[in-house]
């Protein structure tokens, strides 16, 4: 903590706790294969576009990603034995672009008679509405019997921008308001800028229309214990999140947050690992010397000598591509480094004169070892390990870029990968490509600033 070097490092590194302590209790452990690898989890969100911060570095005001949900109807009235609920959704829209898609979804809808029908219309701020849907919940079949739960696991979804029966309606809407003959057809892709504009001179194209828009489900249910659990609207924006969406519509700021765990699991648990095994060798090797020593030696230079990436290739395609596999290959093939090290410096510390006077004094051999040798090379050893830490994450950052990291967890390297392999560099989407690189740095730099403050404890002549 003398250093600046070593207080930096040890901020960085206090961050990284943190954020991983939070990760832990906020995260479910099985966030991987629940939530990060399960496309409906990001159904809603929209693809492929930058973080919401951009917007006020551009000329133009881009479309804001939000997600409208009730629980509860806004206006319910009853009728000859029938109950009408509305779920309006009021959106003030003022950005100078079109949304990127918008959908509508609903789930838990429980009836007792017979099957609701649901209808969604918006109301635009020219005082014209548009009826885009209308859908009756499937009835029971000779099997079921009342009460009936439909869309109580999957919501049922319908993405507006693309469905047949909005495009029809979207279409019939243009000839009745504005006189205009388009075959839905050919309103394929331009469905979102006819409802959110008005056409321009040409006819053939649409002008955004600012102004609030107020968004309406209505559903016609016929017993009392009748019920609709969520409705949901989401306008598609251009921009989301704090870093963006990939082309699976991830957030990505979640999964780099979850990749601060995982690398402080790896770097750390590699490096405590391959620190105790190469330093145990190292001492016995040079402490004991005779056949011991050639035996550790050659072993060292053999597994020095070994390439790693054709062997995890190997065991990747046996056993399959597991986070514990790679921890594990990278502690089997990290010792020898270590162990050479260690062994030149304990044949130095045997001609010490404290290691000569305990050996006199008849102390055994394990005593002298781990508790006099150990102790003058501890501060090398430290700062090997804290050394070890980056070069674990940089090499699980690697392969995982080389695709050979587990799939079922987000690391950094996975979202690398994922960002190269899409052609995510090419295509300019930079917010998948240069966050998760940068985290790999500040981790590796922030074991690297630890290392040169514990400098002066490992050579006394850098001490003031």
Known sequence: MSSKSGRTGAAFFIMMVVVSLYVIVAFPMDFGSRLWNNPAEWADNPKSVPPVWTKYFSVTDKVTHTIFNAEEPSASETASGQTFQSYSFEIDYNYDEFPTFISWSISEVTFNERSPVISLSITRPD??????????????????????????????????????????????????????????????????????????????????????????????????????????????????????????GRDLATGLLFGFPIALLIGLSTAIATTIIGTFLGIASGYLGGKTDTIIQRASDVMANIPLLPILIFFAF???????????????????????????????????????????????????????????????????????????????????????????????????????????????????????????????????????????????????
């Open 127 to 248: 005082g014209k509405e548009i009826l885009l849907l209308r859908h009756v919940v499937p009835g029971p079949s000779a099997a079921e019997s009342f009460p009936i739960t439909r869309y109580e696991e999957t919501p049922f979804r319908i993405f507006l921008s693309g469905d047949s029966t909005v495009l029809f309606n979207v279409s019939d809407f243009l000839k009745q308001e504005f006189g205009l003959d388009i075959d839905s057809a050919d309103l394929r892709g331009q469905v979102d800028e006819a409802i959110f504009g008005v056409p321009d001179e040409t006819g053939t194209g649409f002008s955004v229309l600012k102004g609030t828009y107020i968004v309406t489900t209505t559903t016609r249910l016929t017993h009392p214990a009748d019920s609709i659990g969520q409705v949901v609207f989401v306008l598609g924006g251009s921009v989301y999140g704090l870093m963006g969406t990939d082309s699976q």
């Open 318 to 464: 046996i056993i399959g591509q597991k986070l514990w596999l790679v921890i594990l290959v990278l502690i089997i093939f990290g010792w020898p480094g270590l162990t050479i090290m260690v062994r030149s410096m304990v044949l130095h510390a045997n001609s010490s004169q404290l290691v000569e006077s305990t050996r006199a004094l008849g102390a055994s051999k394990m005593r002298i070892m781990f508790r006099h040798v150990l102790f003058q090379i501890a501060p090398f050893v430290l700062a090997q390990m804290i050394f070890f830490t980056p070069g674990a994450i940089l090499a699980e950052a690697g392969l995982s870029f080389l695709g050979l990291g587990d799939p079922s967890i987000p690391t950094w390297g996975q979202i690398l990968e994922s960002g190269f392999s899409t052609g995510a560099v090419y295509a300019g989407y930079w917010w998948w490509v240069v966050p998760p690189g940068l985290l790999v740095v500040l981790a590796a730099m922030t074991f690297v600033l630890l290392t040169l403050g514990l400098e002066p404890m490992v050579n006394p002549r850098l001490r003031k």
